[in-house]
Structure formats: C-alpha cells, structure tokens
C-alpha cells in the first residue's frame, strides 16, 4: 500500500509526459493504468496511477493519484535537486501530457490546457514559475519530450500570473469544453485573467467576475455569459467580447 502522506499543500509541481511512443489518441484509461514507474527506488505500493494529474489530447484534465498519498513520479538525479529520499514524492505533485512528446507534437487543446492547468494550480497553491519543473531540470532523462516547446509553456504560465493575479475586479473565465477552450485562451490573453474547466471551480471565493465560455449560461450579475445554442454562436459572443477591450 502507498504511504499516507498529505501533500495538499505543496508547490512544487514537475512536468512529465507519458512516453511510450503513445500518440495524441492516450486514452483515459491508459493514463490510468500508469501504475508501475519506469525505475528504482521509488514508494512501494502502486495501486493508484503513477501521477497526480494527466492532460487529455482534448485538454481534459483527468485526477488520479490523491494528494493524501506519497506521489510516485520523481527521483532526482542532479545533486542540487537532492534533498534527501524522496522529498520530490513528498514535497511536489505532478501532471503529466498524454502522448510521448519526445515522437509526437503535442495538440494545441492539449497545450493549451496544460498552462491553463499550471497558471492555475500556482494561483491555488500560492506558488509561482519557480515552483514548476520539467522532468528533466530533477533527473537524467528528456521528459517531457522535445516536442513539446516549454519555453512557451513558462512564459505564457508566467504571463498569466503576473496579469490574472493582478486584476482588479478578480475575474475568472470558465470554460465548458475542449473547443471552448481555444476561444477562452484568446479572451484570457486579451484580459489577462486564468481560466478554469467548469468541472475544476478552484478558490470561488477569490473571484467576483466570472466569464462564461460555452455551455450553459449562469444567472447573476457576476456573470458574463459568452454562449450559444453551437460552437459558432459561442465564437461569435466571445469576438464581440473581445471587441470591447480593443
């Protein structure tokens, strides 16, 4: 059995993909059945998936290993990072992209929602850019895969905390689906607020302006509503809404 071991209150958060030549069609299934890691040493007791949190190639967000458990995910292999057996399993939670990004290019949706993802757990979390890892910075390995450019995953993380966590009205969009979540990006960027996927409502309490980005429209006046009866009607009001900023 896996050690109990709370790490709902870390920071630290170390980047992964899946590898395994898998393609962009991972399934959610597959990224649950990644019980057994790949090397020595780590916590005994696989009997919840090898990480925290996996992006879908639709950028759905899926949980797997609870945060009330020893992670399963790094060992450090660089003496800087070595902070003595297992800190990284105790002092980190993971996410890991569904495909081998070191043979394929990770989709756009999957992109996309991963900065969504890591903007928004540092907000969660009280954390930063410094706190967010990719595998290969800890351990000799090339996870999270050459396709996948991180060098813009960090700047748009960092671009998104230093102007969301900013605003003055504390406003969140909230977004509905996978192609939603192309439209919501570009009314974040514009904005210069996080995103969160409806099923993940992160800290309410920290917001008063919310952003409807498809699905059903909310009522209230802290609501913004930007949907429609299709995906063209819910393109159209998010374009109208940006036209409004400038």
């Known amino acids: 059995m896996s050690d109990l071991y709370d790490r709902t209150g870390v920071k630290n958060i170390v980047l992964h993909h899946l590898g395994d030549g898998l393609t962009a069609a991972t399934t959610e299934g597959e990224l649950r059945r990644r019980a057994n890691p790949p090397h020595s040493g780590y916590p005994n007791g696989y009997e919840y998936p090898e990480y925290d949190y996996g992006i879908l190639a639709n950028g759905k967000v899926v949980e797997m290993r609870p945060l009330t458990i020893i992670g399963a995910h790094t060992q450090a292999d660089f003496t800087l990072y070595r902070s003595g057996e297992n800190w990284w399993n105790r002092n980190s939670t993971s ?43 800890i351990s000799k390995t090339k996870c999270p895969g050459a396709f996948l450019d991180y060098d813009r995953v960090e700047r748009s993380v960092d671009r998104f905390l230093k102007s969301g966590v900013q605003q003055a009205d504390k406003a969140i969009i909230i977004v509905f689906g996978p192609l939603d979540l192309v439209l919501a990006y570009r009314l974040a960027q514009k904005l210069g607020i996080p995103i969160i996927p409806r099923e993940l409502n992160w800290a309410p309490q920290v917001f008063n302006k919310f952003y409807i980005v498809g699905g059903a429209p909310e009522k209230g006046p802290e609501f913004v509503n930007l949907t429609g009866d299709t995906w063209e009607d819910t393109a159209r009001a998010v374009l109208e809404e940006l036209k409004k900023h400038g």
């Open 95 to 137: 996410v890991v992209i569904g495909i081998d990004s070191e043979k394929f290019q990770p989709p756009e949706a999957m992109v996309l929602s991963l900065i969504t993802f890591l903007g928004n757990f540092c907000l969660r979390q009280g954390g930063d850019i410094s706190n967010i890892y990719p595998h290969f910075q």
